[in-house]
């Protein structure tokens, strides 16, 4: 695809590359008078809706290559005058880290995207520093992979190098269960374009613990803290987030989370942008870096923040993108919300779900269907297999949290189990 570039226009532009959020932070930037160019591959998840506020729609798969991807940002620096250039999609943080720096566009050094871009990178920089870490294999064939589980005999987490939404993360134990995931891994790879890094695997110990994750903003002067959230997640072998709080106060693990995220900023450099990171705190207290992801937490738990901090949590990254400062935030809560994400129960035809209908017109609550009717369900792996979020705030962690169970409860999944196939040869 060629890419016809006129004399520079005198327009001004946000330059979004691939959204980690449906492409909600669109109509968001646009209702502050900029305007947005938003480049992506077709492959992740976008909002169509969101198209109506674009000054430019560009999709094209080949973005998954940095070259291609470079090019098409100078050809569309040469047209426009770009006021910023970033992603919030995870796959994309690295590749847009070099090219603002080459254009000198605000952004986090391309060396530190580089390491929180890929969990290999990343386990080997927390083992170099002396960081506390699962003990890990990075692997690129299926084979030495066997060999490992039949000669230490134990279970290992089985990760993709690269990704989120726990898509291919699973707890294995066997030769056919590794199979199986090294295949999906694969498969995954030709689906995305290699956006998905299926020529390295991991193969990591699991450790039992507390999940927590801190959502912080660094500017090139001072670390914000928005707050600590508390997750729970299925049962094994997946790794489904279920159910978490924002923001989470509890005295002693608030101190641990913030005390092991300016560590984190410090010694790994992270001089620039949002962040997610998720920690594991193990029974012994000791804090251990799960994963970090240089974007906030993901689609649709924007609303938390912006419900319980009284805010425009994308308005301020763009800003942050624009003047390389992070506006002022008032950073005491003045709600708590909960999340409750519903996964199904059994396999079969979805035929949507139903709930009172005083909660569609409570403004203290949010009930997203992820899933359109008459798609047909299978076991959930990831979450990208959640049916529907239920996010509700209140006065206090507590209230908020019950009236996210009272919704829960309340909550009727219309499934149509499918008639087994033998059957129809009677």
């Known amino acids: 695809m060629e890419y016809l570039i006129s004399m520079k226009s005198k327009t001004k532009v946000v330059l979004l590359i691939e959204s980690g959020n449906l492409g909600a932070e669109i ?4 209702a502050e008078k900029f305007k947005v160019i938003y480049v992506c591959s077709g492959i992740l998840p976008f909002d169509p809706s969101n198209k109506q506020y674009l000054l430019e729609y560009i999709e094209d798969k080949k973005i998954t290559d940095f070259k291609f991807l470079r090019n098409l940002v100078l050809d569309i620096s040469n047209k426009y005058r770009l006021l910023n250039i970033y992603t919030t999609s995870d796959f994309y943080s690295h590749y847009i880290s070099k090219i603002a720096e080459e254009l000198k566009y605000p952004g986090l050094n391309s060396e530190t995207a580089l390491i929180v871009s890929k969990k290999n990178n990343f386990r080997n920089k927390q083992k170099e520093i002396n960081y506390k870490y699962p003990e890990y294999h990075i692997l690129s064939n299926l084979q ?3 060999e490992i589980l039949k000669n230490e005999n134990k279970s290992y987490i089985f990760k993709p190098i690269n990704g989120n939404e726990s898509l291919g993360v699973k707890l294995i134990s066997t030769k056919e269960e590794l199979v199986e995931s090294y295949n999906s891994l694969l498969k995954l790879g030709r689906y995305t374009n290699n956006l998905i890094d299926s020529t390295q695997y991991l193969l990591e110990e699991y450790i039992e613990g507390k999940i927590y ?4 903003i660094k500017d090139y002067k001072n670390l914000t803290i928005l707050g600590i959230t508390n997750r729970v997640v299925s049962e094994k072998p997946y790794f489904i987030e279920i159910g978490y709080t924002f923001p989470y106060f509890d005295s002693n693990i608030n101190k641990l989370i913030i005390q092991a995220t300016e560590k ?3 010694d ?3 001089d620039f942008g949002p962040c997610h990171i998720e920690f594991i705190v193990d029974e012994n207290n000791q804090v251990i870096i799960l994963e970090v992801n240089p974007r906030l937490v993901g689609w649709p738990n924007y609303w938390m923040i912006n419900e319980t901090l ?3 949590i994308f308005s301020a990254i763009n800003n942050l993108y624009t003047n390389g400062e992070l506006c002022s935030l008032n950073l005491s809560p003045h709600r708590y919300s909960s999340c409750i994400e519903v996964v199904t129960p059994i396999e079969g035809f979805f035929k949507g779900f139903s709930t009172r209908t005083e909660w569609k017109f409570d403004p203290d609550v949010l009930i997203i269907q992820n899933i359109p009717d008459n798609t047909y369900l299978k076991t959930p792996k990831s979450n990208r297999d959640i049916l529907a979020r239920i996010l509700t705030k ?3 962690m507590e209230q908020a949290k019950i009236k996210a169970l009272e919704i829960y409860d309340d909550l009727k999944i219309n499934i149509v189990i ?5 059957l129809r040869s009677l």
């Open 144 to 146: 030495t992979g066997i």
């Open 310 to 312: 009284e805010c425009d």
């Open 27 to 30: 109509e968001r930037i646009t």
């Open 213 to 216: 994750s801190c959502e912080f």
């Open 268 to 270: 790994f450099d992270y």
């Open 418 to 422: 499918r008639a087994d196939s033998n």
């Open 264 to 266: 984190f900023v410090d």
């Open 394 to 396: 209140g006065e206090s």
